[in-house]
Structure formats: C-alpha cells, structure tokens
Nanobody, 126 residues
C-alpha cells in the first residue's frame, strides 16, 4: 500500500521560503509521477508541480514558475517542493500525490493521481 506523508508546512511571512517534503513508501516508484497540489479555503484543489520519478522530468504550473521548484531524491524516496518569495495567496493546504504511468500531458488533472497524502498547511502572513 502506497503511503505519502507530507511535512514542512508552517507559518511564514510574505517573501519568505519553505521547503515541503513528501516521504513515499509502500512501492517502487520508478513508474510513478509524483505531484504537488494545493487547496486554498473555498477554492478547488489545483496543480502546483509534478516530477517523473524515473528520469526526473518536471512540470510546474505557469503561475508558479520561478518561485516554486519540485525535486526528488530517489535514494530517500522523498519528493520536495521549494517555495520562495511566498505570498499570502500561497496560503493553502499542500498535498502530495502519486500517479502510475502518467503521460506528461496528464500530469495536472488531480483525477489522474491514485494516492494522496494527508496534506500540510502553509500559511503566509502579510
């Protein structure tokens, strides 16, 4: 059974940085795409970024390029999201997810992901 556990969320001032982690277990992930999504209060969950576990290809939401960077450490079975220059509108619960055998064109819809973590809260104060 695949398990995903996020950590690293918290309260930060606008302009600050946070690094989220997602520890994955329960499978070999070479055929998985791992993604970060976020959900702000009253809004739908949205795509943030994704990385193919094998090969490391990445994709980021256009609106977040340059501020957020996804990466993974195969040896640690852990995925990361480095978030810089944070803004109050980045406040949300951040979720990691895993999807099996996804084409790159299908990385953003959350429905394509099979497993989800419990989420970690990120709050950015102004």
């Amino acid at each position: 059974q695949v398990q995903l556990v996020e950590s690293g969320g918290g309260l930060v001032q606008a302009g600050g940085s946070l690094r989220l982690s997602c520890a994955a277990s329960g499978s070999t992930f070479s055929s998985y795409t791992m993604g970060w999504f976020r959900q702000a209060p009253g809004k739908e969950r949205e795509f943030v970024a994704a990385v193919r576990w094998s090969g490391g290809n990445t994709r980021h939401a256009d609106s977040l390029k340059g501020r957020f960077t996804i990466s993974r450490d195969n040896a640690k079975n852990t995925m990361y999201l480095q978030m810089n220059s944070l803004k109050p509108e980045d406040t949300a619960v951040y979720y990691c997810a895993a999807g099996l055998n996804l084409y790159v064109t299908t990385w953003s819809p959350l429905i394509n992901y099979d497993y989800w973590g419990q989420g970690t809260q990120v709050t950015v104060s102004s």
